[in-house]
């Protein structure tokens, strides 16, 4: 069965850097774009980052754009996320996401079939 496993989370102060991985199994992990998605207290699921499936395309949402980079190490079967000049605003639980079909990512939560248990990054002084 599909797992996806999160993990790096923690406490940052502003300004700081975080690197979150994703740990997928049961799948073939190089065939899927992957997906970062957050969701803040009290808000919505808010998508974050994508990947192709080959790592060759990024997208970022305008949010986090030029401070976090999504990357993937397909031997690995792992997804990454490393966020440096987290702002307070980034409090959340991070997830990581499987794309239903398809080696491009999309920025819609509704494309994504399997998700992870969350990770919780805190960014507080």
């Known amino acids: 069965q599909v797992q996806l496993v999160e993990s790096g989370g923690g406490l940052a102060q502003p300004g700081g850097s975080l690197r979150l991985s994703c740990a997928a199994s049961g799948f073939t992990f190089s065939s899927y774009a992957m997906n970062w998605a957050r969701q803040a207290p009290g808000k919505g699921l808010e998508w974050v980052s994508g990947?192709?499936?080959?790592?060759?395309?990024?997208y970022y949402a305008d949010s986090v754009k030029g401070r976090f980079t999504i990357s993937r190490d397909n031997a690995k079967n792992t997804v990454y996320l490393q966020m440096n000049n987290l702002k307070a605003e980034d409090t959340a639980v991070y997830y990581c996401?499987?794309?239903?079909?398809?080696?491009?990512?999309?920025?819609?939560?509704?494309?994504?079939?399997?998700w992870g248990q969350g990770t919780q990054v805190t960014v507080s002084s």
């Open positions: 996401a499987k794309r239903k079909e398809g080696s491009t990512p999309s920025p819609y939560i509704y494309d994504y079939d399997y």
């Open positions: 990947i192709w499936s080959d790592g060759r395309g990024t």
